[in-house]
């Protein structure tokens, strides 16, 4: 193997740089034509299209001066009905703010008035369960009474069973 020198490795390094330039070149050279006939071809194209456009915007600016004075008519008569549109919704919102405004005074009538009607049957209700349970439960209190002199007489009349012995010695 031959002994690599510095200037030997610069001198190859050197010749790798130039490939390296001289391929950039060569692709820099084919973008720039490949981009040279494009242009041409769109600059053909550009007038083309200008040649056949041209005539299509000569007629839309005639038609737009034809109809440019109906437009700004349109446009006022719709400006108009606009504004009076927004006085008729004004006064609607008007009228049904105030039903809505008397709609809710009666409903606060209404729930004072059922309220009312609810307070008395409630009161009714006590005073007529008060009435009938009180002489009712003291009627059972005596029941209760009866039912416990008559249990301790006849535990009285009844001989006594002797006793087990189970029942003494617990």
């Known amino acids: 193997m031959p002994n690599l020198d510095s200037q030997t490795i610069l001198i190859a390094i050197l010749a790798v740089v ?38 299509i915007v000569h ?20 400006a108009a009905l606009a504004h009076g549109l927004r006085a ?19 409903v ?12 008395a049957v409630d009161r009714a209700s006590g005073f007529v369960s008060g009435a009938v349970a009180k002489p009712v439960q003291q009627f059972s209190h005596i029941l209760t009474s009866v039912k416990a002199v008559i249990d301790s007489l006849r535990k009285k009349s009844a001989p006594a069973a002797p006793a087990s012995d189970d029942e003494i010695f617990s």
């Open 88 to 106: 008729q919704t004004a006064d609607l919102q008007a009228a049904a703010s105030d039903v809505l405004g008397r709609l809710h005074r009666q």
């Open 108 to 119: 606060v009538r209404i729930d004072a008035m059922v309220s009312a009607v609810f307070h």
């Open 59 to 78: 007629n839309v600016r005639e038609l737009v001066a034809r109809v440019a004075p109906h437009i700004e008519n349109t446009a006022s008569d719709v």
């Open 18 to 55: 130039a490939f390296a330039i001289l391929v950039q070149t060569i692709l820099l050279l084919a973008f720039f034509l490949i981009v040279r006939r494009s242009v041409r071809a769109v600059q053909r194209e550009y007038e083309g299209l200008r040649d056949e456009v041209l005539p």
